[in-house]
């Protein structure tokens, strides 16, 4: 603790002196456990910007071979296999602890879950890769039961009840937010009184204008994150250090 460094220790207190912490996390909270992020140096897009495609609503709906690419990175995706990082436990110690009432989330991943954070508490902004929808009905199933099926041969596996195009539920580019979760996660932000903002570049909307809220209501903010975000003017403390070094310092 002696070299814990002002900006830390400044961070510190915001947090042990808070009675409402919101966490809005993405993907840089996730690397740790061997999920890429998107635009990153090594970056899923980065590598093989044709793979953003796939995340866009558009060539999804329009093209058999972009949904046939898709099934395949899904059924190869790490997350299946992730372990939670010191991130994720930093923010179940703080959830123990009675002050961190909600994680809104950019992930997909469900690593703030299986960290064990409590799952009515994180709100999912961008969805989740555990289940799929269907773009037709609606049905929602486990992302297992369309995997046993691209695994067993049907390369681009149609709706069991409509026969409608499947996707991951989450939000592609292109497709609206869901609008209950949205309230939720404005909710988080105008109740805080603290928000950490932890591996999220803070460039994607509504995301990002969810620190405006905070701040508008006189929130603390703390940005952790490796590299400068539009959010760093009006934040209180600025963290660059690894998230999992740097998090469970401020349990
Ligand atoms: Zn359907």
Not at 138 to 148: F, N, T
Not at 179 to 190: E, G, K, N, T, W
Not at 196 to 210: D, E, N, Q, R, Y
Request: glycine share 8%.
């Amino acid at each position: 603790m002696e070299r814990m460094n002002a900006d830390l220790r400044r961070a510190r207190d915001l947090v042990t002196g808070a009675s409402r912490i919101t966490a809005l996390t993405g993907a840089g909270i996730s690397t740790d456990s061997g999920i890429p992020d998107f635009r990153g140096p090594n970056g899923l897009w980065t590598r093989d910007p044709e793979a953003e495609k796939l995340s866009n609503l558009q060539d999804y709906l329009a093209s058999g071979d972009v949904r046939r690419r898709a099934w395949q990175a899904r059924l190869g995706h790490p997350a299946w296999e992730a372990r939670p990082n010191p991130a994720h436990d930093a923010f179940v110690a703080l959830q123990r602890g009675g002050t961190l009432t909600a994680i809104v989330t950019q992930n997909i991943d469900e690593l703030h879950q299986r960290a064990g954070s409590a799952p009515e508490t994180v709100i999912e902004l961008h969805g989740t890769m555990f289940h799929t929808e269907c773009l037709g009905c609606g049905d929602r199933r486990d992302m297992s039961e369309a995997l046993d099926r691209v695994r067993a041969g049907t390369d681009d596996p149609p709706c069991a009840v409509c026969g409608g195009i499947l996707k991951s539920a989450t939000i592609s580019f292109g497709q609206a937010l869901d609008a209950a979760v949205l309230d939720r996660a404005r909710v988080a932000a105008i109740s805080c009184d603290v928000l950490v903002a932890a591996g999220t570049s803070l460039t994607v909307h509504p995301a990002a204008g969810l620190v405006d809220i905070a701040v508008g209501t006189g929130a603390s903010v703390i940005i952790c994150n490796a590299s400068p975000t539009p959010y760093d003017d009006v934040a209180d403390v600025v963290l660059r250090e690894p998230l999992a070094e740097v998090l469970p310092q401020l349990t």
